[in-house]
């Protein structure tokens, strides 16, 4: 099975960037589809983005498109979310997940079987 560990959360400045990495264990993760999702307090888990194995389609939640970018290498066994023009809003504790199968829903959590720990990242105003 696929061990995944997010790392780079933190605090940062409204309007400023941060890269988060999802490194992978256990399995190669070059295979497996993995999406970004973050979870704000007493909410459920909100899609942020998603890329398929071969990195040829990314796919980005409306509120976050244009600012983010998810990215992999998949000789390093890593995929990065990069986020530019951080809003307060984007608050959250953010986690990666991966799936083997291909589906449609891409946005949907309960498409993903593995799953990291989360990173928390806090954007002042």
């Known amino acids: 099975q696929v061990q995944l560990v997010e790392s780079g959360g933190g605090l940062v400045q409204a309007g400023g960037s941060l890269r988060l990495s999802c490194a992978a264990s256990?399995?190669?993760?070059?295979?497996?589809?993995v999406g970004w999702f973050r979870q704000a307090p007493g909410k459920e888990h909100d899609f942020v983005a998603a890329?398929?194995?071969?990195?040829?389609?990314?796919y980005y939640a409306d509120s976050v498109k244009g600012r983010f970018t998810i990215s992999r290498d998949n000789a390093k066994n890593t995929v990065y979310l990069q986020m530019n023009s951080l809003k307060p809003e984007d608050t959250a504790v953010y986690y990666c997940a991966a799936v083997l199968r291909s589906s449609a829903y891409y946005y949907l959590a309960g498409l993903y079987d593995y799953w990291g720990q989360g990173t928390q990242l806090t954007v002042s105003s």
């Open positions: 890329i398929i194995w071969s990195g040829e389609r990314a």
């Open positions: 256990g399995r190669t993760l070059s295979r497996y589809n």
